[in-house]
């Protein structure tokens, strides 16, 4: 069963988000092996060897150095750097629909990504992945020494629940229902999953934070879709929405 965390925003909004398994994450970590390999014998050793017999006969012990050091550079620059440029996401991640998120609702900074970075050497370098591997399996959180520390969390993009959005909100009578937003059309299922998970929300945490939330997703997607409609409730409006979309892409 997938675990699962809820975390506050700094505009004090809960979102309940799944957390990556072990297995995702050592997929992951692979993926971006592979891809560190490649760069170290493609780009990195080259450039090693350009730069070693341009300036000396390759015999000294600083170039020894070099050598030795070079692949476990590469690796902690790979990780820091690719989590730094596409937000909180390796390679490696973004082929698993991977993230790294902070538990107390702010965006990770450069210090949380050189932490968990620098925590890779634990992790997953020196201990050859086992100790990585018994925390993320045994924490509350999923979060191995670099997580700890940065107080991150690594979280699945996509829900491993696969269900469609006929099950979110079901209509009776669909032969006599009539779309009444066609502009809905504009936007994308991913769209839709963000409206239903805001609007339950709303349901299950009944307070300000969470009434503001649905009025600032209702006045964006007006404005977005060019809606200029008063009749209804902003909750309702959402949920029409929903519907609409439901019977116009189906």
Not at 77 to 96: C, N, P, R, T
Not at 142 to 150: E, K, P, S, V, Y
Not at 161 to 184: A, G
Not at 208 to 234: C, F, P, V
């Amino acid at each position: 069963m997938a675990t699962k965390i809820d975390i506050t925003t700094t505009q004090h909004v809960t979102i309940e988000y799944e957390l990556a398994s072990l297995r995702d994450r050592i997929l992951a970590y692979l993926i971006d092996a592979v891809i560190i390999v490649v760069l170290y014998f493609v780009v990195i050793l080259g450039a090693l060897q350009l730069f070693a017999g341009a300036v000396t006969d390759g015999s000294s012990m600083s170039l020894y150095i070099v050598y030795a050091l070079s692949p476990l550079l590469l690796f902690l620059f790979y990780h820091l750097l690719s989590e730094i440029l596409a937000d909180g996401q390796s390679w490696g991640k973004k082929a698993m629909s991977l993230k790294v998120v902070r538990l107390d609702g702010k965006e990770p900074g450069l210090t949380d990504y050189l932490l968990r970075a620098v925590f890779h050497i634990i992790d997953s370098v020196f201990s050859l992945g086992i100790i990585g591997a018994m925390l993320i399996s045994s924490s509350a959180k999923n979060q191995r020494l670099g997580d700890l520390t940065a107080n991150t969390a690594v979280i699945r993009l996509k829900n491993t629940q696969q269900f469609r959005l006929e099950d979110i909100l079901k209509i009776n009578s669909i032969e006599d229902y009539e779309p009444k937003y066609l502009e809905v059309t504009q936007l994308s299922e991913q769209d839709m999953l963000l409206i239903k998970s805001v609007l339950g929300r709303h349901q299950r945490y009944r307070n300000e934070a969470h009434r503001q939330a649905i009025k600032e997703l209702a006045e964006h997607l007006a404005g977005l879709l060019d809606i200029d409609d008063k009749e209804q409730s902003q909750t309702e409006f959402l949920k029409t929405l929903i519907r609409d979309y439901i019977v116009l892409t189906r």
